[in-house]
């Protein structure tokens, strides 16, 4: 399962491979950490537009 976070700060936005160290750091600087897994997230939008195919037959 591949884990990446966004970085997010004022003046930019980065996707990274998620690193624990990396983002307890950013949250300690006041800094939002989003983190995600690519793999569920890839899954779900198959669900969905499955789901959504089988709607319009």
């Known amino acids: 399962m591949k ?12 996707l990274v491979s ?7 750091k950013t949250i300690n600087q006041g800094l939002p ?7 569920r997230i890839h899954q779900r939008l198959r669900e969905n537009l499955s789901s959504f195919g089988q709607q319009m037959s």
């Open 18 to 24: 998620f690193d624990s160290g990396l983002a307890l």
């Open 3 to 14: 884990r990446f976070m966004l970085l997010l700060d004022l003046k930019r936005r980065c």
């Open 33 to 39: 950490v989003v983190p995600f897994w690519s793999d």
